[in-house]
């Protein structure tokens, strides 16, 4: 694990928006596409206001969310909102944008074809991951249902997900997808989540999901 201490939370936001478009613009040197999967949650949203400005050609790069929340697009806590409002404008409405939420009535009917949609767009070309203080990332809660499935190598690509600490049913992407991309960073914020990446680190990733991503990650923190 490689982990950047910044001095504050605006260093970090242009430190991080900097890295993830020169890795995007870099293999789009030699890629004709780039695929950026990204966090919801509340953490990336000064991440995002930076990036959407980068000057990298977003036509060729597809954006997704790494786990979404099973309610409407326009709802208070869609990840997919939050990403409209926050990277998908300026420069960054150029990218093309693969939503997980697709309305059916369970996120369990929508895998499928969210799996066929992202596959095209595999290996992704940066990740970057957030983490909840009970040490899940994506949707991957402790305690989930199907959590060691999610996080064995044979997992499919997108599954539903139901876990106590999540307040709606889920979908995410599952473990071998996000391991497997390119670039891998984590990003926390706050004396909280430090303590919890510690605690993580000496655990399983069936308690501490985040665990299952941290030794080829570099983790960007800031007060
Ligand atoms: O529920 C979620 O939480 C995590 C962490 O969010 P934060 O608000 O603590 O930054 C997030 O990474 C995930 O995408 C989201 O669905």
Known sequence: MNFVEYPDRDMLALSLADRLASQLAQH??????????????????QVFDTLSGSDIDWDRVTVFLGDERWVDGDHKRSNSRLLRRHLLKDRAAAAQYIDLYTGDPRPEDATEALAEALKPHLPITAVLLGM???MHTASLFPGADHLAEALSPGAPPVM???AE???EPRITLTRPVLSNAIHIH????GPEKREALERAQKMDPIEAPIRAFLDEATVHWAE
């Open 132 to 134: 909840g203080n009970d």
């Open 165 to 167: 600490g999540a307040a």
């Open 28 to 45: 789009l040197r030699s890629n004709e596409q780039g695929s950026l999967c990204v966090p919801g949650g509340t953490s990336p949203v």
């Open 186 to 189: 984590l990003l926390i914020m």
């Open 160 to 162: 539903a997900v139901r």
